[in-house]
């Protein structure tokens, strides 16, 4: 295990005290927490956003944090969900009185403790609804799709509307159409390695593939030997294009998982282009780069979210969180 | 079985014995059907309970039940977390002010713990989750006469066991489908630890 | 090898087709070049700003293409200086008559290129500067030092001053600043893999690490037992502040080298901050994440930037580069 | 000596075959001191050379030095390619309208080319770089009475095996100061193929 880190189990602590440092201006960690606040959180006039799970996936979720993103990020250990008590401070932190929106990602984990949360934070007398994103099409039944990539432009449009003054139901309901749009799928041509744990996830030979992955290194639904750039993005977003139907605009995520080069996003991202060229899919906005990542592991995902006149104002909406900069 | 304060403290370090022993093992099954994390977690969360409980003096069962559920959902996170706090939590409710513990009150401390799984899980039995460890043992306490240590652990053994034939249906080894099925669940070698620590200290007292 | 890609000879060429389809309203390709410009390219009334190398450092150089940024960036072979005749269109493209300033970095394949370009533009009666960046602290001779992550705030603070109006010879001056003014460091856990060699630059063992690396692979000045990631920054950044005095406001970067995880860089930050702040250093701005990458390497580098009052402000004026994004 | 333009298109066809068989010899000797990619920068370059030169008709001998020269100069890149082109342009001046090249004019080229070369790079002899093995060659053509294709060889081997002896102080291999010593200079090792190249051709007139 090559990491540049301290001490195993001090990771997330280190890495929080790192990203204060690095963003004073914009952002506070809660004391004795694990939750990232805008600095000047709770923002009056708006519903508060409040997004988290297992570390490991950075820039999710502290670099969503921002005007125009989300409030609040609660980091859990590497790929754990975070605990009840954390998330229920992160929601009092940024309720301003308008209520708080949770994005939670479809995992048992994440679900459970952010319920348990919700209903903790309900007890305190603060209105909270929640959204669980469930893009993997990796997964047949839609209600156990886990969330992957496809969470950060339900942050982005969730976010935005808020931003907008929008009432927490009104956010609810902006997030769960973007949530009924959005489609995703990955694939790892190499695993990870939990710095707790010590050694990989998965192990993959050198002419392998695992297709249908998660972001937490779980091995994918599918072994299958290595292929061109050009039918992974094409075995990838047929499909995510299958799933439903896509005619009209979108928006398009190239994910890297954590150690592929942006250069080899790029050259998929030309394949992804050219496929929705073809069925005469517009890419209104394409988005390039390490969103939603698994640590080191190699590989990438591609999301697809189709759009409407609403989901396209709120995805050019300004953003200053760092990892989503917008105008 | 007529446990004590005491013997409520004593399981719950016993089970952090356990859990310390057996981390690799519990990480080793979670990395063959979910993200290999399970021991790491329950390490975590056990250690806490230890710190917490160690020091501390307890008039009755419902403390010491209370402060184990609140220091595993603080320190656990995951899927197994809360679902460990719920269960001692929804037991607390059940034990207040009781300064021993009998059969009758286990049981239905173990009927109000498998409960809270259940509903804060959307689970049930055979899918394959720690459920299946709690409810027979729960079961076995309901409906025995006098139960004993060996039985208890018995029970407990026997549930994990069957849990390799399953296929799962709830939490991260759904993913993994038919493949989920010859291999043990964590969440019940976990469980089945904290029961075995359980009949150890009745052992003690029989 | 475990690449995404489809001809390993293509990868330059695939990866700008991905790269302009990604961002269609920002750049455009100069056609059968490997030349990437602003898509109004040549912007009136302002000096024109050129960068570029090889490819494998991405997001630079393309990504730095955008508005307060760079104008044009030149792509060669992956490590592989581009050839005077691509430097040459870009400049073309780029010069609105108030001259053209090409940013280099110090290797012999890249300063002869770019300066026959320029020998070249000049023949044809347009006006050129260079400076050439030299930053890194590994090597001691300063006039022999390579040019490494600190020339992306050079393409920031030139693109800035360009921005506003200023002459070439003025913009040239306060690039040259920037230059004399800013210090670099490297380490690498892991090398990377050219692909079209097809094997490692180098090898190191699981307990080894390089110190003082380049940015094309190249073996470091250094080999070490690997440590944490405290000790890390210590070495790098002693042997930065060590080589100029810093007292004052300085930029600090900390920036992965392609495989690296972004917690374990913000990791790297937190000590980061603590030294400096030790050393009454004050840090007036921190960026953190991947900006000058060796494809799939694992590593990082910490540079630091002396600041002075206009330093600072051409480092917060807008930038609208799709890899650095200011407000 | 006496070259004809064929024997100038002969010698540049026959360095891309030398070139390609050599590829990774070359990238071995700049993985060791350098970054590994000196054998595919000249394979793209002499390829588009090759490609560019077969089919050309030529009726003087600065016209193919000429596209020679811009061949090289547009693909490869890196320090070697605009060195190259450089000596190759530097070349084509001296040559301007010539059906044959004799051994004087042969000299004025590589003089130019020598001293384009060591201007362009801002380097001299001793420095560990291509210059040795071109500057070799230069001496020995313009010094001799009558210069053999042998003697010209057994010049840039020599030149080339000396390199190894060098620190090199100019190119990425000075980063490796005194640990550049020991290994041929990539960019010595690619000249020496084109020099060998010329003595070949030189043979078969002889
Ligand atoms: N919905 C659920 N209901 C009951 N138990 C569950 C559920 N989801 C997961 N579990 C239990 O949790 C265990 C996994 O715990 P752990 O590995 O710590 O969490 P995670 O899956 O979040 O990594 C499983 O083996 C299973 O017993
Ligand atoms: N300044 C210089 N002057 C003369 N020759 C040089 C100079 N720099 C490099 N070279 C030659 O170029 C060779 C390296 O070429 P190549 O590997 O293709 O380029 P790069 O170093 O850019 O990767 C060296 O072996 C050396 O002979
Ligand atoms: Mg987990
Ligand atoms: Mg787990
Ligand atoms: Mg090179
Ligand atoms: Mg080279």
Redesign the interface.
């Known amino acids: 295990m090559k990491k540049i880190i301290n001490d195993p189990n001090q990771v997330v602590n280190d890495m929080l005290a790192g990203y204060t440092a690095a963003y004073p201006d914009e952002v506070k960690q809660l004391p004795d927490t694990t939750v990232i606040t805008k600095k000047n959180a709770p923002v009056q006039h708006k519903v508060g956003i409040v997004s988290g799970g297992g570390s490991g996936h950075e820039p999710a979720h502290a670099g969503y944090v921002g005007k125009g993103m989300l409030d609040a990020a609660v980091a859990g250990e590497v790929f754990t969900s975070p605990t009840p008590d954390q998330v229920l401070e992160a929601i009092k932190a940024v309720d301003a009185g308008k209520g708080v929106l949770l994005v939670i990602k479809n995992y048992s984990g994440d679900v459970i403790n952010f319920d348990m949360a919700k209903e903790m934070a309900e007890a305190e007398g603060i209105e909270v609804e929640s959204v669980v994103v469930k893009d993997d099409v990796a997964i047949e039944n839609i209600e156990d799709r886990r969330g992957i990539a496809g969470t950060i432009l339900v942050h982005k449009v969730a976010g935005a509307k808020a931003e907008e003054g929008a009432t927490l139901q009104e956010v609810k309901a902006t997030a769960e159409k973007t949530i009924t749009n959005v489609r995703s799928m990955g694939i790892a041509l190499d695993s990870c390695i939990v710095p707790a744990a010590g050694t990989p996830s998965f192990e993959l030979k050198e002419n392998e593939m695992e297709v249908g992955i998660g972001i937490h290194g779980e091995p994918g639904i599918e072994r299958k030997e290595i292929s061109s750039a050009d039918a992974i993005a094409e075995e990838l977003l047929d499909t995510v294009l299958q799933d439903m139907d896509f005619t009209g605009e979108v928006a398009v995520m190239v994910n890297g998982m954590g150690s592929t080069p942006e250069m080899e996003l790029f050259i998929v991202n030309k394949k992804v282009q050219a496929i929705l060229a073809d069925k005469n899919i517009h890419a209104y906005k394409t988005l390039v780069g390490e969103y939603m990542t698994s640590l080191e592991m190699t590989g990438c995902s591609i999301t697809v979210l189709k759009l409407d006149d609403e989901l396209k104002r709120l995805l050019d909406a300004p953003s200053f969180a760092p990892a989503f900069r917008n105008e | 079985m007529d446990l004590t304060v005491q013997d409520m403290k004593n399981w719950l370090l016993k089970t952090n014995e356990k859990i310390k022993e057996n981390k690799d093992y519990l990480?080793k099954l979670d990395?063959a059907i979910?993200?290999?994390?399970h021991g790491?977690?329950m390490v975590?969360g056990f250690e806490k309970v230890a710190e917490k409980l160690e020091p501390a003096e307890y008039a009755e069962i419902d403390a010491v039940l209370k402060d184990t559920a609140m220091t595993l959902?603080?320190?656990?996170?995951?899927?197994?977390?809360?679902?460990y706090?719920?269960a001692f939590l929804k037991w607390t409710a059940t034990a207040k002010g009781l300064e021993t513990l009998d059969q009758e009150a286990f049981a239905k401390g173990t009927q109000a713990a498998v409960d809270g799984i259940k509903q804060?899980?959307k689970a049930t039995e055979g899918e394959k989750t720690m459920i299946e460890v709690w409810a027979r043992v729960n079961e076995l306490v309901a409906s025995s006469e006098k139960v004993t240590a060996e039985q208890i652990q018995q029970a407990a053994n026997t549930a994990t066991e069957d849990s390799k034939e399953m296929e799962a249906t709830?939490?991260?080894a759904?993913?993994?489908k038919e493949k989920s099925i010859g291999h043990i669940d964590p969440g019940c070698a976990s469980s089945n630890l904290l029961f075995e620590a359980l009949a150890e200290v009745m052992k003690g007292n029989e």
Chains 1, 3 share one sequence.
């Open positions: 990480t990395q979910g993200d290999g994390d790491i977690n975590r959902m603080s320190s656990i996170g995951g899927a197994s977390g809360p679902l706090a719920t804060r899980g709830k939490g991260r759904a993913y993994f």
